[in-house]
């Protein structure tokens, strides 16, 4: 995992890591079954995510989505298409969520878990830095 603030249009930074997520096109009903797009995010941050999707999908367009997370419950969240792309290396799309405030989601243990996942990398990354600056090699002093 790995954090990136490189865009100019990203506020915040991003987590660099892959999950599956499952995006609600049409809901399910008592006498018809429900459409899902089964994806993979790209990066994600506290109030946004990026997936890869093979289906055109307009920008505007609000869905209910579940991010299944290996090690923890799925998390429900609802969000907006703020972008889409073509994604040359899927032939599919890039699209860019964006995250609502919504009752009945999981928004308050998504901003949770994307604050312990940003805290974990920084504490990892200074680990790295630090470690890195303990094992330089020192230059040899010039004989006297």
Not at 2 to 8: G, R, V, Y
Not at 93 to 119: C, K, M, P, S
């Amino acid at each position: 995992m790995t954090t990136s603030q490189t865009s100019e249009y990203r506020g915040e930074t991003r987590l660099e890591l892959e999950e599956t997520v499952f995006i609600e096109v049409i809901a399910s009903t008592t006498s018809a079954p429900g459409n899902v797009i089964i994806c993979n995010s790209l990066d994600f941050s506290a109030n946004g995510l990026q997936v890869v999707v093979d289906d055109d999908i307009a920008a505007g367009s609000i869905f209910r989505l579940c991010i299944d997370l290996h090690d923890q419950d799925p998390i429900f969240l609802v969000a907006e298409v703020k972008w889409k792309r073509p994604d040359t290396a899927t032939q599919g799309y890039r699209l860019g969520f964006l995250l609502f405030e919504a009752d009945d989601t999981d928004i308050d243990r998504w901003h949770t878990l994307v604050n312990q996942l940003l805290a974990a990398e920084t504490t990892k990354d200074q680990t790295t830095d630090d470690q890195t600056t303990n094992n330089q090699t020192l230059p040899t002093p010039p004989p006297e």
